[in-house]
Each structure stands twice: as structure tokens, then as C-alpha cells.
């Protein structure tokens, strides 16, 4: 099964995607965004990012944070836009979607919602092997995200509603 876990933003966009079999294995990650570009540009180069990713990859779900809310209403709203460009690139091409609060991510990969971003990266690495990550924080929250996606049942992506 191929995971695309996706960490929105306000200029750019972490993406890590890993495989599951027996067990999980990095494929890629990296950074989607170009912070000099004006919101509405930022938004279609987001788009075209993520578009070229599930292409390449043709993920079987997509894990993504769900918006943190802050004191900041234009930042919150600014990531609530990258977001929607984000779903609505997944929705199109019909994969499940699945939605993790970012206290959830950390509670479990780290066993501790309220771990900081060095955990993160120990718990990664832990989950993972030694990889080569020499990306921002984005990029390794993309990672732990599409692992978060990987311990779910899945079978929550996938469920139909009972008729």
C-alpha cells in the first residue's frame, strides 16, 4: 500500500511517501511551494506539486494534518486554503483521505501528544531506518504523518456506508 502523508502550510508543502507491505519503507519526500510567489500563484504551484506527486506515485490513501488553530487568524486561514487545493487534488482523482490532528500524529508516532519536533525525527528514523532526510521540519512531519496513515486500519478510508 502506498501512503502519501501530507503536511500543509502557509508558502510550502511537506510530502513523504512511503510504502507498507510487511513493513514501511520511505519512497520520497520533499517540499512543494514557492515562498517568493504571490497567495493565488502559491496556490496553483501547490496544486501542480501535489497533481505531479500522486501521479508519479499513485497513492492508495493520502494522510493529511488537519488546520491547527492559533491565535492567527490569516495564517490559519492562509493553511485552510493550501488544504483545500490539497483535497480537492486527492478527491478528484478518488483516494480515500484521511485526517489526523497534529497531537494525534505525535501521540502515535512518538507515544506523546505533546512531543516536540526533535521526537518527531527520533521517531521517524526509528520507524524507518536510517534515511536521508535533509529537508526542513515540513518534510519530516510529511514522513510522520503518512506513517500516522500506515497505523490505521485503513479500512476507515475505505469503508462504504451501510445501505
Not at 13 to 36: A, F, H, P, Q, T
Amino acid at each position: 500500500m502506498i501512503i502519501l502523508g501530507i503536511d500543509p502550510g502557509t508558502t510550502r508543502v511537506g510530502y513523504g511517501v512511503i510504502e507498507k507491505n510487511k513493513g514501511v519503507r520511505l519512497i520520497e519526500s520533499g517540499l512543494i511551494g514557492d515562498e517568493k510567489a504571490d497567495r493565488y500563484d502559491r496556490l496553483t504551484v501547490i496544486s501542480s506539486g501535489i497533481e505531479r506527486v500522486i501521479k508519479k506515485h499513485k497513492p492508495d490513501v493520502v494522510s493529511i494534518e488537519e488546520v491547527f488553530f492559533s491565535n492567527n487568524r490569516k495564517t490559519v486561514m492562509s493553511v485552510s486554503e493550501a488544504r483545500g487545493v490539497i483535497l480537492h487534488c486527492c478527491h478528484k482523482e478518488g483516494i480515500p483521505i484521511l485526517e489526523y490532528s497534529p497531537s494525534d500524529i505525535k501521540a502515535a508516532i512518538c507515544g506523546n501528544g505533546a512531543a516536540n519536533k526533535e521526537d518527531i525525527k527520533r521517531a521517524v528514523v526509528m520507524t524507518l531506518g536510517d534515511i536521508e532526510v535533509t529537508g526542513p521540519d515540513d518534510e519530516w512531519d510529511a514522513i510522520a504523518i503518512a506513517i500516522r496513515g500506515s497505523f490505521d486500519p485503513l479500512n476507515r478510508a475505505f469503508k462504504k456506508p451501510l445501505t
